[in-house]
């Protein structure tokens, strides 16, 4: 059984552009509301521009492959693996950074600074201190963060093209 629509080649379509509002709305944030992004907000982004690759190059596979529907529904499948591989690790970023926001684990050096030992040490941290902390919750919804939403999501969206993907498979056999 499969997925109904086309093999995959919707899914991918639909997570590819889900990952372009994701990301659209994360620069929104940035360039129209003046929300800086920090270390690992940036980091967040180079995941769904992973999935917004993997899925134009998976569309672009599957219309190669348009005259074999069961070579398509693979190909389809592999893409949606991968799109749901970037979609974890999305998540993993955006859960890690969701923690820290939440001071439940320390974060990077790049983002948090400890407490220096020499005046030496003050100044190379103050010279080399990001203008964002990673460690500050810059706009909430509902009590989470840009981050945990962020997290939330893409674990579903990775879920749904996991699911999408062992069907698109099945469907290729």
Partial sequence: MGIGMGNGVTVLLLLG???AAMLGAALVSQYAFGLAPCTMCHW???AHIAVIALAVIGLIACRATAADPARRARV???ALAAVALAFLVGAGIAGFHAGVELHWWEGITTCASGTPQSLDDLKAQLMSAPLVRCDEVAFAFAGIS???WNGI???LLAVFAGVAAR???AAGR
């Fill in 17 to 19: 552009l889900i990952s």
């Fill in 44 to 46: 967040q982004r180079w």
């Fill in 146 to 148: 840009m981050a945990g």
């Fill in 167 to 169: 069907q698109s498979l």
């Fill in 153 to 155: 999501l893409s674990l």
């Fill in 76 to 78: 389809a499948g592999h």
